[in-house]
């Protein structure tokens, strides 16, 4: 500890100084860490005399010279830090005193729960149960400094899709005393003390019909006020109203601008006026409703003439409300669905507008620039989503975004000059704490992940989490589950689709149907099967070394998604496998087929019931109910997630028999029969500017191209065919409104080339988001010999996963059998 500075001793409580007059969320965030210090020490950390405390703490937007001058004294940077937003300076100086500088409320506030980040304190200790380890001592080096601030100035959350998860969580269990519908300002404030452990200061309230609007609750509002968090609207909730909850057509009539203006401008006037002395992000334009196009326009013309109106009265509305400089005031465009359209048509959004591009629901960005323009005064930022409602499937239930996809997504808006303002998309925070931090921490510091880092990360979470030991053997499992998912997510594994023609489908959903797994290359749907069970196992070993404190942590952070996503594809794949020998053939199989087609049922069954068993246990169990009505295996009532369709039903005592005698069957390993297959980061050589990305794809290794970049391949083939070339891209959208191509040449010979540009909701378009890849097919011919593949880049954002020269061009299967499979 030579060199060290004591900043807890053991014996008595950590002291601190501060301002009088310091901002509230200060206040807040001492609380907190006081809290924090409760947890790690024993003892609440407490306030001193400037003289006495180890801990001296300046918000410098409100310091005297003095302090500035002091403060220089001892080294800080304050005219860096002052010259910044949300910045914040940890040093420690010669008298052995830690020095928390922050240029505003919120960076003191991010600088003071940093303390209690490196006293070893998780940002999910409520959300995920997770008590730290108790110290006996804290200590910091005598030469520690740090000085941090975001690289995007909004960073927040959307609370969308609530209506399974936090709403009744919220008002059946944590607020009992609210009315249905309610999530209250104590719900929020465990929310908004989230986001300011997250260094976030953004959220766009919850707003589904069935909920409260966030204005009609009391105290909510100000509860945001009093962590720091700036409250904005969705892409369909202009000037800060919640039209689901909020507009009343008895009273107020049609939500239509063309016949109803004055009504409308009046019901924008009303929350303008109420809201107006707070810190917000005001979004302008208009839509329908909920979500919908606007009313009263059919042409594009009428709807560009129209919304072109609405902008323009709801600016004069700003002007009169908020600030008389309208361009001061924040404000977000979200050119979502059909407003792209209209805005490409000649809309004009004001430049002092930050507009907000978005993904295409399933995490792949879509724009990230306007035409012939890429800077604005307004800026321009992103809208993102981990969870979603709609076509082709919902995934509201896990999240399974894979974090190279969040990585290369956001990484690519940030280039891009999206750095205004992000948000993301989650209905509950809890099954998306390891995404949700990775985007902040991006966020926060672009600078702090590479492409080579990304699994770094993930390490470093988990071992920050559950200890150096778990955290070290939990990372190839949780690397293991993001591919898996990333093959399938969890939700989709019923082949099913939402939003289809009602009339020919009920509830407008397709039925299930037998996955495109199939029993190729060996056997990739058993082998899928057994890389779930080996993770399966994983999960539970290491649960075992897992500290009693933490096991609530564990199982809502680890081992309730990789067990219910097993549980799905066996539930699935299982009744796949039954249904395969009821066909009633008369072959080799007919004295067999019955008893396979039982145990399957029974697995299937069982990974049935035992989806429903940990959930329940989520529900009712964990953290003593804490969490009761947070969790479903059901989101939305889907088909996904029924009991599965079996030809045969055995009891429970039967399945179980079946269950427990079935021989352990032979590993499935990769046969490549008639194919030679390669992940994309086993290229032989590659272009200046090409990088592999981790946990991306169903390699995990995905590689993105810079425009005319290429990878090269070196192969050998033992016949003379007229064959197929597939190659597997990361299905992403041409961002800069032009196309995305690739080309493909075998020996130097003439390029192939081939577009995966796909437009919005187009059957193609499904099938590769569902499936995480866009495959391209190439016939080739091919002679005997050693080969040159060459891959190249036509456009931007192509990113390759894998390909395949398959000597049976009509082959049905579903995973490429590269080592990435093994």
Not at 247 to 276: P, Q, S
Not at 422 to 429: E, F, G, L
Not at 610 to 635: C, F, H, L, R, V
Request: proline share 4%; glycine share 6%; aromatic share 10%.
């Amino acid at each position: 500890m030579a060199g060290d500075i004591v900043w807890y001793d053991g014996h008595y409580p950590i002291t601190y100084t501060v301002h009088k007059k310091c901002k509230l969320v200060v206040r807040t965030a001492l609380d907190m860490f006081s809290d924090d210090m409760q947890d790690v020490t024993g003892m609440k950390a407490i306030q001193s005399s400037p003289t006495t405390a180890k801990i001296q703490i300046t918000q410098l937007d409100i310091a005297s010279n003095s302090t500035k001058k002091s403060l220089k004294s001892m080294n800080v940077p304050v005219d860096e830090i002052a010259s910044k937003t949300e910045c914040f300076d940890i040093r420690t100086n010669k008298s052995g005193t830690i020095l928390i500088t922050g240029s505003d409320g919120r960076g003191t506030a991010y600088g003071i729960l940093e303390l209690s980040r490196m006293a070893g304190v998780s940002p999910w200790t409520w959300w995920a149960d997770s008590k730290p380890q108790h110290k006996d001592i804290l200590t910091i080096n005598d030469n520690f400094n740090t000085t941090q601030s975001p690289s995007v100035k909004y960073r927040g959350i959307f609370i969308n899709d609530e209506d399974w998860s936090l709403q009744p969580w919220s008002w059946k269990i944590y607020e009992k005393e609210n009315k249905t519908g309610c999530i209250g300002a104590k719900t929020y404030k465990q929310i908004f003390k989230l986001l300011l452990r997250l260094r976030a200061n953004t959220m766009w309230p919850a707003m589904h019909r069935g909920t409260v609007p966030f204005y009609f609750v009391n105290g909510n509002k100000e509860t945001a006020d009093s962590c720091g968090i700036i409250i904005g609207t969705s892409h369909c909730e202009p000037l800060m109203r919640n039209n689901v909850g909020e507009w009343d057509v008895v009273k107020r009539g049609n939500f239509n601008y063309v016949t109803n203006g004055k009504n409308v401008r009046d019901y924008w006037a009303e929350r303008l006026k109420e809201v107006a002395r707070y810190d917000n992000l005001y979004t302008i334009g208009m839509r329908g409703i909920h979500d919908g196009s606007m009313e009263g326009v059919k042409t594009m013309q009428e709807k560009t003439i129209w919304l072109q109106n609405a902008i323009d009265d709801q600016r004069e509305l700003l002007k009169k409300y908020v600030n008389k400089d309208v361009a001061c005031i924040p404000q977000v465009f979200v050119p979502y669905k059909e407003v792209l359209q209209i805005m490409e048509n000649g809309l004009k959004v004001p430049e002092d507008v930050t507009l907000l591009w978005c993904d295409d629901n399933y995490g792949y960005m879509t724009r990230l620039k306007e035409k012939n323009e890429q800077q604005r005064s307004g800026g321009a930022g992103v809208y993102y989503h981990m969870s979603y409602w709609g076509r082709p499937h919902d995934y509201l239930w896990l999240c399974t975004t894979q974090p190279g996809l969040v990585y290369s997504e956001m990484k690519q808006a940030y280039d891009n000059n999206a750095r205004k303002e992000w948000i993301v998309n989650i209905h509950n925070p809890k099954p998306a704490a390891y995404q949700l931090e990775l985007f902040m921490d991006m966020a926060w510091n672009i600078n702090s992940i590479s492409p080579s880092t990304i699994n770094n990360h993930l390490g470093n979470w988990l071992i920050r989490e559950f200890g150096e030991n778990a955290g070290k053997k939990l990372l190839p499992v949780m690397l293991e589950y993001y591919r898996l998912c990333g093959i399938r997510k969890p939700e989709h594994m019923g082949w099913t689709q939402v939003e289809l023609d009602k009339a020919t489908n009920v509830r407008g959903m397709s039925w299930i149907k037998d996955t495109e797994f199939s029993n190729e290359f060996g056997g990739e749907m058993d082998r899928y099967l057994e890389h779930y069970a080996d993770i399966k196992k994983a999960i539970e070993d290491i649960k075992g070394t897992i500290a009693k404190e933490k096991r609530d942590a564990y199982f809502s952070h680890i081992e309730y998604g990789v067990c219910a996503s097993a549980d799905m594809a066996t539930k699935m794949l299982e009744a796949q496998r039954a249904r395969s020998f009821a066909t009633g053939q008369v072959n080799a199989t007919l004295w067999s087929r019955d008893s396979v087609m039982t145990l399957a049922s029974a697995k299937s069954m069982e990974a049935y019931h035992d989806i429903q068993n940990i959930t329940d246990y989520y529900n009712n169990k964990m953290a003593g109910g804490k969490w009761k009505y947070s969790m479903t295996s059901m989101p939305r009532d889907l088909f996904a997630f029924y009991p599965p369709m079996l030809p045969i039903m055995p009891s429970d005592s039967i399945a179980k028999e079946m269950i427990i005698k079935s021989a352990v069957a032979k590993r499935h390993t990769i046969k490549i029969n008639d194919a030679i297959a390669m992940d994309a980061c086993q290229y032989s050589s590659a272009t200046a500017g090409a990088y592999t990305i981790q946990a991306l794809g169903h390699s995990m290794n995905a590689v993105a191209l810079p425009k005319e970049g290429y990878l090269e391949y070196e192969f050998e083939s033992d016949r003379n065919a007229d064959t197929m070339l597939r190659v597997a891209v990361i299905p992403t959208q041409p961002n800069d409104d032009g196309d995305i191509r690739i080309a493909i040449n075998i020996d130097g010979k003439d390029y192939t080339v081939k577009s995966y540009k796909e437009k919005d909701r187009s059957e193609q378009w499904k099938l590769n988001v569902l499936r995480g890849q866009a495959v391209l097919l190439f016939p080739i011919n091919i002679s005997k010999g050693h080969h040159t593949l060459s891959i190249k880049a036509i456009d931007n954002h192509v990113e390759v996963d894998q390909w395949m020269i398959d000597f049976i061009k009509d082959r049905h299967f579903y995973v490429f059998p590269t080592q990435s499979d093994n």
